[in-house]
């Protein structure tokens, strides 16, 4: 079934019930949401010239228009396909180059991707006449038929090259997370709303389907973003707020609210996930916010939908394994089924270490354009996540660690290699490795150790410029370590678990 069907649905029970709002100002009515989603596809059909199956890029900060095209894209049979706002037009560029997205739909506050990309045909601002004229086309289009492994989501996620890689997200995939959301994390009525304070081209996204599906509204911030003072506004002016925020949001709200003591009776559901939320954090944080929280742990592989660890959880204070279960990720989703697995795919015993193993309808189709990476990821009819933990005797699952060397800052993954190389394009740079430092605020920043070329005296500000040139300014490194020698084993290959004690050292030797 088309997602779209969810909101022609809820359009024709609940027309006037407000669907989108920026801010406090209702922005559309359901029936005039599903009105300009099915404009939006007569005119991607008739004006645009595309097919069912085509790809329709969004690079795109938070606003009203990103789930009119969402759902426009959907309801006329087409893939979105989401990129993080953060990133380098550059790396948009290739994101749109690759998944052969035909048109792109962006808003004036980010640099636009080039002309350089072979496959697209139109660039549309959502603020400009233009749009406009496309999403009140006359003589809109029924729903385009969709199969269940139909392409709908086409998440760009960086792999352990640095490279990013297409991950194919279906109709069914996506179904069975908004599923999951209403058996795992939360209910949802058509009086409740979401906040989308977290990125649309992420997790904050994609649960706009279970709210659709619930006639609930979605809620753009004015600001576009995450504002601490904002979100408490919001959630004094709505009804049953739930929002999700990655661990480090989460703690900016804390430490807002014990400065500023809010009124947070309207709000009912924080979920976080993203990144790895410490105990002492999520202790604090409900010392401060109250029992609102929800956990969930997932990829882009399979979407927000691997483990959830519930409210009833976070408050089950009197269970003899509390704290244990509270420094876990909880237990598998409704639809999922979670294994614990050694190099062989052999599943192993509750408390033993190895790799986290999903098997399940929300797990993705594969990965686009590249073969050989779904058929190594999807062995078996098992996601190999490459994050390594260990479950429970009560299925609750522990991660021990993410995959090697992921660094993940803000709710943000980095890779080093992708650091690494842009580099290394310096002549002054013989040798460089890229780790994750702790930080009290982000959970990690990135830092770099160079090695210089012979009679190289390359600094900090030029290699800055270096990154600046080609990645996202939240990529960068926020530190520098120029060192003679890369620590490395016998085989040549850098030891980081060296150099990641190096700088733990630092922070303990003032």
């Known amino acids: 079934m088309n997602l779209a069907e969810l909101l022609s649905r809820a359009a024709r029970v609940f027309p006037d019930h407000p669907a989108i709002v920026s801010g406090t100002r209702v922005h559309s009515s359901y029936e005039a949401f599903a009105r300009r989603a099915a404009s939006l596809a007569a005119s991607f059909r008739d004006e645009l010239e595309l097919s069912p199956g085509d790809r329709v890029g969004l690079f795109m900060t938070n606003c009203p228009q990103y789930l009119e095209v969402l759902w426009g894209a959907w ?164 009804e049953g707020v739930a929002m999700f925020a990655a661990p480090t949001m989460v703690k900016r709200l804390v430490d807002h609210a014990r400065s500023h003591p809010p009124r947070l009776d309207n709000l009912k559901t924080v979920v976080y996930g993203g990144g790895p939320m410490y105990l002492a954090d999520i202790h604090d944080a409900i010392a401060v916010m109250g029992q609102r929280f929800v956990q969930i742990y997932g990829q882009g592989e399979s979407p927000m939908t691997i483990t959830a660890l519930s409210k009833w959880h976070h408050a089950n204070v009197g269970h003899p394994r509390h704290e244990a279960r509270l420094a876990s990720v909880g237990v598998a989703q409704s639809a999922v089924e979670v294994r614990i697995a050694d190099e062989n795919d052999v599943p192993l015993p509750p408390g033993e270490t190895g790799e986290i193993l999903v098997r399940g309808d929300s797990v993705m189709r594969g990965y686009w354009a590249n073969s050989d990476a779904s058929a190594a990821t999807l062995a078996n009819g098992w996601l190999h996540t490459g994050d390594v933990g260990s479950l429970d005797q009560d299925g609750f699952l522990t991660l021990k660690d993410r995959s090697k060397d992921l660094i993940i800052s803000g709710g943000s993954n980095i890779y080093p290699r992708e650091v690494e190389e842009v580099l290394l394009r310096h002549p002054g740079v013989a040798e460089v490795s890229v780790v994750g430092r702790a930080h009290p605020e982000w959970g990690e920043e990135v830092v770099a150790f160079v090695v210089r070329a012979a009679s190289s005296a390359v600094g900090e500000r030029e290699l800055d410029t270096l990154c600046l040139q080609h990645i996202a300014r939240f990529k960068r490194p926020k530190a520098y370590r120029f060192v003679d020698a890369l620590p490395k084993n016998n085989y040549g290959k850098v030891l980081k678990t060296e150099l990641r004690e190096r700088l733990a050292r630092e922070r303990t030797d003032f």
Not at 79 to 89: D, E, F, G, Q
Not at 188 to 196: A, R
Not at 226 to 236: M, S, V
């Open 75 to 238: 309801w006329a049979g087409l893939a979105a396909v989401p990129i993080n706002a953060k990133l380098h037009s550059r790396e948009a560029e290739y994101i749109l180059e690759h998944s052969g997205a035909r048109v792109c739909f962006v808003t004036d506050d980010l640099p636009p991707p080039g002309g350089r990309i072979a496959t697209l045909e139109r660039l549309i601002d959502v603020s400009s006449s233009e749009y406009r004229s496309l999403a009140a086309r006359d003589g809109a289009q029924g729903i385009v038929a969709a199969a269940p492994d139909d392409l709908a989501w086409l998440f760009y996620t960086s792999g352990t090259t640095g490279r990013p890689k297409g991950v194919e997200i279906t109709h069914r995939n996506l179904m069975t997370m908004a599923l999951c959301y209403f058996a795992d994390v939360d209910e949802v009525t058509h009086g409740d709303c979401i906040v989308h304070a977290a990125p649309m081209s992420h997790g904050s996204g994609i649960y706009c389907v279970p709210h659709v599906l619930r006639a609930a509204k979605q809620v753009v911030p004015e600001s576009g973003g995450f504002d601490t003072g904002e979100i408490y506004d919001l959630a004094r002016a709505h």
